[in-house]
């Protein structure tokens, strides 16, 4: 059977995902619900299915574009849908009342995980949350670490988890997360997203012009639609450094537009107060 029509079994993905939507529906019954949330959340779980839970699977053991398609389904698609719909207090009230209250309870109160949560407040800071996305993002492409997520899948999925719950941590400090509010201001946030589209570019660079395969995909006799090893590295490199910068371009781009009305707006507001004081003066 062709790799393009062959489905993989991923009861890991599979789980997750159920269990998502589950809570997701149980936590909003009763309640009115934004619609645009809505599709959001459903979108991107459809998202990270088409990325683990498709023919894609199959194909990115033997093509390393399609790989990154999967990391870009994942970190530039899944990620930033889920901070849109700002889902985590739906899936949270989905819970029985006594396991909220016997989780909530000591993590928040008792002094035995007072580390913890010293270590959360410096973990959850923008600047960390940046450095361990692209480090995150670095280390997975270093060509012994990547050879590992092909020979061992547990390491494949753990890959894939920390891609995606770093992207979702990177996104909520551009989206806010409902109740709460990321302290970066809005030209904050335009230089926090540029700057890690700019660091992705590098990598995407790296891979493109690089002159020999990088990683165990040469060793294959053959890949998929016949081309060369290096051939598909530069198409994965490609797939980074184009499409992979789309989500964070648009982003960039309204937050650009935000931060000059808001500038746009104090200008209107100062001018008034400046001409009193002016007529006052003169």
């Not at 079994?9 to 309640?31: C, D, K, Q, S, T």
């Not at 990270?48 to 093509?63: C, D, G, N, T």
């Not at 389904?73 to 985590?88: E, G, M, Y």
């Not at 997360?177 to 809005?186: D, G, M, W």
């Amino acid at each position: 059977m062709p790799l393009m029509w062959s489905w993989p079994f991923e009861p890991v993905v599979l789980i997750a995902v159920e269990l998502a939507a589950v809570l997701y529906v149980v936590g909003g019954i009763g309640r009115r619900t934004e619609v645009w949330r809505d599709v959001a959340f459903w979108s991107a779980l459809v998202a990270i299915l088409v990325a683990l839970q498709s023919p894609l699977e199959m194909l990115a053991r033997q093509l390393f574009w399609i790989h990154m398609v999967q990391h870009l389904l994942l970190i530039v698609v899944a990620a930033p849908l889920l901070a849109l719909a700002s889902p985590w207090t739906r899936l949270w009230r989905a819970l029985p009342r006594r396991l909220r209250r016997g989780i909530a309870r000591p993590l928040f109160k008792s002094p035995r995980l007072a580390p913890l949560r010293g270590a959360y407040r410096v973990l959850s800071r923008p600047t960390v949350i940046w450095c361990l996305a692209a480090g995150n993002l670095w280390l997975w492409h270093v060509p012994a670490m990547y050879d590992l997520t092909l020979r061992y899948h547990l390491v494949h999925h753990l890959e894939h988890t920390l891609f995606l719950g770093l992207a979702i941590a990177f996104w909520a400090q551009l989206i806010d997360q409902y109740p709460f509010r990321s302290p970066l201001s809005t030209l904050g946030r335009a230089t926090y997203v540029f700057t890690a589209m700019i660091q992705s570019w590098v990598l995407a660079a790296v891979l493109s012009f690089a002159t020999s395969p990088l990683y165990t995909y040469a060793l294959l006799p053959s890949r998929p639609g016949g081309i060369s090893a290096l051939t598909d590295q530069q198409l994965g490199g490609g797939m980074m450094w184009v499409p992979g910068a789309i989500a964070y371009a648009l982003v960039f781009v309204w937050l650009l537009f935000r931060w000059l009305a808001e500038e746009d707006s104090r200008t209107q507001a100062v001018a008034p107060a400046v001409e009193r004081s002016q007529t006052i003066g003169g």
